[in-house]
Nanobody
Framework: QVQLVESGGGLVQAGGSLTLSCAASGIIFSINAMGWYRQAPGKQRELVASIFRDGRTSDADSVKGRFTISRDSAKTTVYLQMSSLKPEDTAVYYC????????WGHGTQVTVSS
């Protein structure tokens, strides 16, 4: 089992930047992929970005060119660098880790004001 702890959310003005972090602990050698989902009020949870064991990354079209997913050399912490933020990016952002069963963090709120 993997435990995930997110940090870095907050309130930012449109056009601003934030970086989210997700620290994994537990059976981390079993992680095949990590990444971020987000869920806005009244909407379904959507995949934002993923990073795989081999380092490949994948981004949603809605964040391409604005968000960057990365990880530390120990592969235990994943980052989501968010820039040019828009009000529609407002959501609770959830970290996940696939082992391959899906493990979730508790989420961190990101609010972008116009």
């Amino acid at each position: 089992q993997v435990q995930l702890v997110e940090s870095g959310g907050g309130l930012v003005q449109a056009g601003g930047s934030l970086t989210l972090s997700c620290a994994a602990s537990g059976i981390i050698f079993s992680i095949n992929a990590m990444g971020w989902y987000r869920q806005a009020p009244g909407k379904q949870r959507e995949l934002v970005a993923s990073i795989f064991r081999d380092g490949r990354t994948s981004d949603a079209d809605s964040v391409k060119g604005r968000f960057t997913i990365s990880r530390d050399s120990a592969k235990t912490t994943v980052y989501l660098q968010m820039s040019s933020l828009k009000p529609e990016d407002t959501a609770v952002y959830y970290c996940f880790a696939d082992t391959p069963s899906r493990n979730w963090g508790h989420g961190t709120q990101v609010t972008v004001s116009s």
